[in-house]
């Protein structure tokens, strides 16, 4: 089999970004006289007077529907569950991993998948203790790497440890719809996404071109992290996403020689912006040395300490997204 590698992407990329396609599912927008023409009739119409505001407010949303592309399902995934986070460093990526694997461990009939969306920062290699370039199979379509039960893919398996990717919005854009449409999942009934954080052209471009069940938000219990927490959960209230709830990540601390409980970082808070905002709390996962170690090792808490308390903490939040999706589709 043909291996996938980081200049193949590139060039493939540089070759569509050449033809001016803009991530439109094959749509081109194209500039010319005729949008010119049609932009200086509206705004003469609205100068003028000629048009109501809410008759002009129509044909505006008419205009910006026919640049918005059409959702499209991921072949054979169920449903989507995105994670994401306002503000980095959060612990977003950890969820990630033991959300996925939570669900597995939930139910094992189930087929869960892993997708690393942040481009520039991907985690999911180390996280999931895999390397390699993935191969390609007779119909030029990426086969995931799988580890402890679940296929991944991530920009981290066509890039060296230390290569940055050094990427325009355009060539990242190109580099998400191939990691949507050209890998080859199998069968699945949870694709897990990794989102990056923040409310960029990543967030948009993925809620915009496929289904999504729900999106999973991640945050500390602090002020900071809090606020941009809240502007991620209305960005998918924005973009008709079901927010599915918070995770309240490093909640507390307990000293490991005196058992005392610290809230470094506040105590409650993404659980009172989840009453605010009107969503569900999905559960608290403790600040503990455990998940650290052993995600650095790249042997997830849930698969190498399954009867700890943070293992139990993410199948909890597992369980909640589970139960939050089937009320969704009742």
């Excluded at 990426?142 to 893919?153: E, F, T």
Aim: hydrophobic share 40%; proline share 5%.
């Amino acid at each position: 089999m043909i291996l996938f590698t980081y200049s193949r992407l590139s060039h493939l990329l540089r070759i569509s970004g050449s033809k001016a396609s803009v991530f439109r599912n094959g749509t081109e927008i194209k500039h010319g006289a005729g949008c010119c023409v049609q932009l200086k009739r509206l705004q003469g119409m609205q100068s003028n007077g000629s048009m109501n505001k809410k008759g002009l407010q129509d044909r505006q949303k008419q205009q910006m529907a026919r640049g918005l592309p059409k959702q499209k399902a991921i072949r054979d995934v169920k449903q989507v569950i995105v994670v994401a986070s306002g503000k980095g460093g959060v612990g977003k990526s950890t969820t990630a991993v033991n959300l996925a694997l939570g669900l597995m461990a939930i139910d094992k009939s189930k087929s869960v998948g892993l997708l690393d969306a942040d481009i520039y920062g991907p985690s999911i290699p180390k996280l999931m203790n895999l390397k390699g370039n993935p191969e390609l199979n007779d119909d030029n379509r990426m086969i995931p790497l799988i580890n402890y039960g679940v296929p991944c893919m991530s920009m981290g398996f066509l890039v060296q440890d230390a290569s940055p990717v050094v990427w325009r919005g355009l060539m990242v854009m190109s580099a998400i719809e191939r990691l949507l449409r050209q890998v080859e999942w199998g069968s699945l009934d949870y694709l897990v996404v990794d989102m990056p954080p923040g409310t960029g052209d990543v967030q948009l471009s993925i809620t915009q071109n496929i289904p999504i069940a729900g999106a999973v938000i991640v945050s500390t219990p602090q002020d900071v992290a809090l606020l941009d927490a809240r502007r991620g959960a209305e960005m998918f209230r924005k973009l008709n996403v079901p927010v599915l709830g918070l995770v309240q990540n490093m909640s507390v601390f307990q000293c490991p020689n005196c058992h005392h409980h610290t809230h470094i970082f506040g105590s409650n808070g993404a659980k009172q912006l989840a009453e605010t905002i009107s969503v569900k709390f999905l559960g608290d996962v403790p600040l503990h040395l455990n998940i650290r170690e052993t995600s650095d090792k790249g042997q997830p808490i849930v698969i190498s300490s399954p009867d700890s308390p943070e293992a139990e903490a993410y199948r909890k939040v597992a369980s909640a997204v589970i139960q939050n999706l089937e009320e969704l589709t009742r």
